[in-house]
C-alpha cells in the first residue's frame, strides 16, 4: 500500500473493523501503512480476500507514494463502483436519465420503452395528458444522446474549461492545514484511548473514584469535541469544492464517452450537466454545472 501513516487512513481502517497494531502517536504522515491478511490457519478466506476484522494495519518503513488525499479518494470510488444497482443497464435507462426537459411546457421528458429497438425521449406532458396539452416532438434517444455527447466534447476539451476543473480540483488543504489536522486527529484518537482506559477503571473502582474518574471523563470529551469542531473549521471551506469535483477527471470524459458503459456515461452527464432543454432536434440547449 501507498498511503503515508496519516490519521485520516488511521481512522478510515479503523472504523471498518480492520485490527490496528499503530498507536495515534506512530501516524506522523511520513511513513506508510500497510493492511495485510495473516495467515490464520483458522480462517476459510484465501489471504486475498479476508474480511476486514482479519485485517490487520501496520507501519512499514517506505515513504509513501501518495497523498492521503488521494488515496481515500481511490477507495471511496471502488466502493462506489461495487454499489452500482443490478437495475441500470435495462433497457429503459439511458445515460440521459433525469436530466432532459421538454422547452415547450417544461415537464421532465423521459425515454418510451423500446418498440422494434428504437426508443425515443417523450415530453410527459404528452404522454399522460390528453391530446394537445404538449404539441413538443420527440426524439430518438440515440439521436438526442449523439447531441448531447458531442455537446460534453466540445466543452470537457475547452482549455478554459480545463483549466477552471484543475483550480477548483487544487484547493486542496495546504501542508500546514493537512499537519495541524493530523496533530488534532492523533490527539482526539489518544483521548479515545485514554477515556476507554477510565471506562474500564469505572468498573472496578468505588463510588468515590466513580465520581472522580466521571469528572476527568467529562473533561477529556469536553476537550475532544473541541478538537473535532476545531477540525471541521480547518475542513470546512475547502471540502465542499473537494467533493463536488472529486468525482471525475475531467481529461477522462472523451473517453467515458466514446467507450464506456452505460453507468459510467450517465455518471459523467450527473456530473457535468443540469439540464437539457429539449424543442426539437436543432435545438437542444445543454446546461452545464460549472
Ligand atoms: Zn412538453
Redesign the pocket.
Known amino acids: 500500500m501507498y498511503a503515508p501513516n496519516s490519521m485520516d487512513i488511521y481512522n478510515f481502517y479503523a472504523a471498518q473493523g480492520v485490527r490496528v497494531r499503530v498507536t495515534p502517536e506512530q501516524c506522523d504522515g511520513k511513513l506508510s501503512l500497510n493492511v495485510f491478511g495473516r495467515r490464520d490457519r483458522g480462517s476459510k478466506h484465501p489471504k486475498r480476500s479476508r474480511p476486514v476484522n482479519e485485517m490487520t494495519l501496520a507501519i512499514c518503513k517506505n515513504p509513501p507514494i501518495i497523498d492521503s488525499d488521494t488515496f481515500l479518494k481511490t477507495q471511496f470510488k471502488k466502493k462506489a463502483k461495487l454499489q452500482v444497482s443490478p437495475r441500470t443497464g435495462t433497457a429503459k435507462t439511458t445515460m440521459l436519465s433525469g436530466l432532459v ?7 421532465a ?1 423521459s425515454p418510451s420503452g423500446s418498440s422494434r429497438g428504437v426508443r425515443y425521449f417523450t ?4 404522454r399522460n395528458y390528453a391530446a394537445g ?4 416532438k420527440s426524439i430518438k434517444v440515440a439521436a438526442l444522446e449523439k447531441i448531447v455527447t458531442d455537446d460534453i466534447l466540445r466543452y470537457a476539451t475547452n482549455p478554459k474549461v480545463i483549466d477552471m476543473f484543475h483550480a477548483m480540483q487544487g484547493s486542496k488543504l495546504t501542508a500546514e492545514q493537512s499537519h495541524e489536522v493530523n496533530l488534532l486527529q492523533q490527539e482526539t484518537a489518544k483521548l479515545d484511548i485514554e477515556i476507554d482506559n477510565l471506562l474500564d477503571a469505572c468498573s472496578a473502582g468505588n463510588a468515590t473514584a466513580i465520581e472522580y474518574l466521571n469528572k476527568r471523563i467529562e473533561k477529556l470529551d469536553n476537550r475532544k469535541h473541541d478538537i473535532l469542531n476545531r477540525i471541521n473549521e480547518i475542513k470546512k471551506e475547502t471540502e465542499n469544492v473537494i467533493s463536488l469535483f472529486s468525482g471525475i477527471e475531467i481529461e477522462n470524459v472523451p473517453y467515458i464517452l466514446a467507450h464506456g458503459s452505460v453507468d459510467e456515461k450517465k455518471n459523467v452527464c450527473q456530473f457535468l450537466l443540469n439540464v437539457v432543454l429539449f424543442t426539437n432536434a436543432d435545438d437542444v440547449k445543454v446546461y452545464y454545472k460549472m
Open positions: 426537459k421538454c422547452a415547450i411546457c417544461g415537464r421528458m415530453c410527459s406532458g404528452k396539452t404538449c404539441t413538443s
